[in-house]
């Protein structure tokens, strides 16, 4: 079938993969590198409560057969080592088939991870690299030509990842409509970047001129990915431009990076590709291989699609098990107030405003207000993550907040390796509590007067002190323990 095979694409394609590749590697890297804390079998989430609770049908992955600490860190250290073999282009080198399964081994890997990391893996970008992830097994390698059909469901995912985007601004907060979001986002966004202090000072008329750019390129754009090259691929590089714009204003983990994979996916490269390998035509199992799944992801649009249409949207869902079709969103409505849950401790035994309370560090989010916020985007610092979220609501950090403060008070190393600073290196501290600040960026002359990017003020408390959690013998024989 003549039509099946996109020739002049073979460049667009490995420029894809191998961004995939860097993708994959910097999230099996965060999982490694995080998961004994968080999810860990002395973990805050432990993952064997979770799969005691719930159906296999509802999480399937490879940890439903057997988990232990040391079972999680092979897959995800194995799931480094695809993710190298797949920047470095072994896939090339396989048969068709072989090329296929390496690509399936990493959605495979990172679908197991997902479906046990709970709220720590609750964000959108974690479908979507699940969703992207499988349609680039199908993809094809080495000298077989890349599929129509599966380059259009790129295009097909990139346009719901954009206009959903779009679309939820709009339907949400009054600010996008009145083009203003952007004089609080810079500020108030999760994790804000080294840069976002001098992006929240450009001058207003800037920010509206961002707010209806991004109205440009998430609900107009996105339709010209469909249409005729040269078009569509002028289409992308505006995307790309505009996801680089959110890449140097903040943090928002591997999020702008994919979304410029699968734009990278859509230009024509062959002006620049220079003479094209010869490829081969596909054997007539793949062309049957690719029919099917494209079949079924039409199918499984259906809800996807339709929430894209309704009034009631909803960010970042998952309408089947496996993450295939998503629905995506971001930032529906803006803070107009930025507020911290600072942790402290004290090694007093009276935990009272006297005593001497010392404050834990953390690596991504605001604290200390002489420290430039860092750049870590596309590594995803979860922890900090979601202690914005505690910040927007108790609620939020229900599930976690009390079992992490309680490995503070026992001094885990897991649970501290996940910090910049731990303010008792010597001992735990006796008793730890929490406050919520109001942080907002310093102007100009504050800057150069205080050399602080940022002013806090306390409002009001977040968690009361509690004490060290007591030996099982002693519990419930002692009520000095705080709650």
């Known amino acids: ?271 620049f590709a220079g003479r094209p390998p010869t490829l081969a035509a596909p054997p007539l199992w793949y062309e049957v291989v690719v029919i099917a799944v494209t079949a079924l992801v039409l199918v499984l649009s259906y809800r996807p699609a339709r929430n894209l249409l309704s009034r009631r949207q909803v960010m970042n869902r998952s309408f089947d098990p496996l993450h295939l079709v998503n629905t995506y969103g971001a930032f529906g409505s803006i803070s107009r107030m930025r507020l911290e849950v600072v942790v402290e401790g004290t090694a007093d035994p009276v935990a009272d405003e006297g005593a001497e309370w010392r404050e834990y560090g953390f690596r991504g989010k605001p604290g200390d207000v002489r420290r430039l916020p860092r750049l870590f985007a596309p590594y995803h610092l979860r922890l900090d993550w979601m202690m914005w979220f505690a910040a927007l609501s108790p609620a939020y950090a229900r599930s976690w907040f009390g079992p992490f403060t309680e490995r503070l008070l026992l001094g885990d190393r897991a649970t501290l390796r996940l910090l910049a600073h731990n303010p008792f290196p010597d001992a735990p501290p006796a008793h730890v509590r929490a406050r919520v600040f109001h942080y907002r960026f310093t102007d100009p002359r504050e800057l150069r007067a205080t050399g602080a990017w940022w002013d806090r003020t306390c409002v009001r408390e977040f968690m009361r002190p509690v004490s060290r959690p007591l030996p099982p013998e002693r519990e419930g024989r002692d009520t000095g323990r705080g709650t």
């Open 1 to 271: 079938m003549e039509w099946f095979s996109a020739d002049g694409y073979w460049l667009s394609r490995l420029i894809f993969q191998r961004t995939l590749a860097v993708i994959y590697l910097v999230a099996f890297l965060s999982a490694a590198l995080q998961f004994r804390a968080l999810i860990g079998e002395r973990g805050i989430l432990p993952v064997p409560e979770l799969l005691r609770r719930t159906p296999w049908k509802a999480a399937p992955g490879l940890f439903r057969l057997h988990y232990s600490d040391r079972f999680f860190a092979a897959v995800a250290w194995g799931g480094c080592a695809v993710s190298v073999a797949l920047i470095a282009g072994l896939d090339g080198f396989l048969p068709l088939w072989g090329g296929m399964l390496l690509w399936a081994l990493a959605w495979v890997l990172y679908l197991s991870i997902v479906q046990v990391g709970q709220v720590w893996y609750g964000f959108g970008w974690e479908s979507l690299l699940l969703e992207t992830g499988f349609l680039a097994v199908f993809l094809g390698t080495g000298n077989t030509a890349p599929p129509v059909l599966v380059l259009w469901l790129l295009r097909w995912l990139l346009f719901r990842l954009e206009f959903g985007a779009g679309l939820i601004k709009m339907r949400g907060d009054e600010c996008w409509r009145k083009l203003t979001c952007l004089d609080f986002h810079h500020e108030t966004q999760p994790m804000p970047g080294p840069l976002s202090w001098f992006f929240h000072h450009l001058p207003r008329p800037v920010h509206r001129v961002e707010v209806a750019a991004n109205h440009v390129t998430q609900l107009l754009v996105p339709f010209l990915l469909f249409t005729p090259q040269p078009v569509a691929s002028a289409a992308a590089a505006l995307i790309v431009l505009t996801q680089l714009w959110l890449v140097l204003s903040g943090n928002f983990a591997w999020l702008n990076w994919l979304t410029i994979a699968l734009a990278l996916s859509v230009i024509d490269w062959t002006p």
